[in-house]
């Protein structure tokens, strides 16, 4: 395909291993420019994190400096998931070292000169706490125009999954997602409603170490540690969170997309940082976000199997 045509992406997220999994993905998407990769703090520190995106970046041969982020969330303490990730953010398989600097430029700097620069419009993938996309909302509005739609995973409109109402990427940073979610900007947001019927199984893993690549060995090693936790608590399958946000980009056919209303609920004794739909149409406002609530599991697990199978030979 004719490089101009390419859909110019951005990745933000705390890698993390369902992070990593959903840029493995995005790197195989002939459809993606991927532009910038930035980092913010959430599943662990932001040092841990963005060390992990440079491994990352090595082991997919991606020729793009990691632009570091936001090491707290605009307002609160930041909370971070070792219990799921592990020490290191990213526990279990081994990576290469950096095989590039980190960017002189922060996230925000970095988000902004790729919108400054591009002819296109540019989509962001958000897959941690939405901290770096609303500070560049913030300090930037003028370069909303630029942005094609930022695809999210974050918030559950029927559950959560690290309180009773809110699910982690929102709770880390809900001043931050109140700000994306009333920015005007399209948004589409794969919540726990979507990500927890995006199921991989164990014989799944196998299928994926079976391509023996090294991608897909290392893709099958973060399935074993991601799911030594996920399982404790009664799953039968790694919740595969973060790849619903690129998948429901470049497969949409595959997936229940909605649009409602939704808000970030700020305090409450219960319910901070809970997304809130106005399914019932009481508020009377226009519709906000594409909310993603559903998928085809096998069809989920068949793309993400042949996106693996395209590091056959590769080289690590
Ligand atoms: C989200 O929280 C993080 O632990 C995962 O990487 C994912 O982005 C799921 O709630
Ligand atoms: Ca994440």
Redesign the pocket.
């Known amino acids: 395909m004719d490089n101009k045509k390419k859909r110019p992406v951005i990745l933000d997220g705390?890698p993390?291993h369902?992070?990593a999994i959903a840029w493995v993905l995005a790197s195989t998407i002939d459809d993606f420019d991927i532009k910038a990769i930035t980092t913010v703090a959430?599943?662990q520190t932001l040092e841990k994190v963005t060390y992990n995106a440079r491994r990352i970046a090595a082991l997919l041969h991606l020729d793009i400096e990691v632009a570091k982020g936001r090491n707290r969330p605009l307002c609160a303490d930041l909370i971070i998931?070792p219990n799921?990730?592990g020490e290191t953010g990213l526990d279990g398989p081994k990576l290469p070292e950096p095989h590039l600097p980190l960017s002189n430029l922060s996230a925000i700097e970095m988000m902004a000169k790729v919108l400054q620069e591009s002819e296109e419009k540019v989509t962001i993938i958000s897959?941690?706490a939405q901290t770096n996309v609303a500070a560049l909302l913030l300090a930037h509005p003028e370069l909303k125009e630029k942005i094609e739609m930022i695809s999210t995973?974050g918030g559950g409109l029927r559950n959560g999954?690290w309180t009773s109402g809110a699910?982690?990427?929102i709770l880390v940073d809900p001043e931050a997602a109140y700000t994306v979610y009333h920015s005007g900007v399209p948004l589409q947001m794969c919540g726990l409603d979507v990500?927890e019927q995006a199921l991989v199984y164990p014989e799944e893993f196998e299928r994926i170490r079976a391509l023996h690549n090294p991608i897909a060995e290392t893709v099958a090693g973060w399935f074993d540690f991601f799911f030594i936790h996920v399982k404790s608590l009664g799953w039968a399958g790694a919740t595969t969170?973060?790849p619903c946000a690129v998948m429901s980009l470049v497969h949409p056919e595959i997936f229940d997309i909605r649009d409602y209303y939704v808000d970030i609920e700020l305090s409450g004794r219960y319910c901070r940082g809970a997304t809130i739909a106005d399914y019932h149409g009481r508020l009377g406002k226009e519709p906000n976000c594409r909310c993603v609530v559903g998928l085809d599991r096998q069809k989920f697990v068949d793309y993400l199997v042949e996106a693996c199978s395209k590091y056959e030979g590769w080289e690590v």
């Open positions: 705390d993390g369902d992070d959430g599943n998931a799921f990730h897959t941690g995973m999954n699910e982690f990427n990500t969170h973060d």
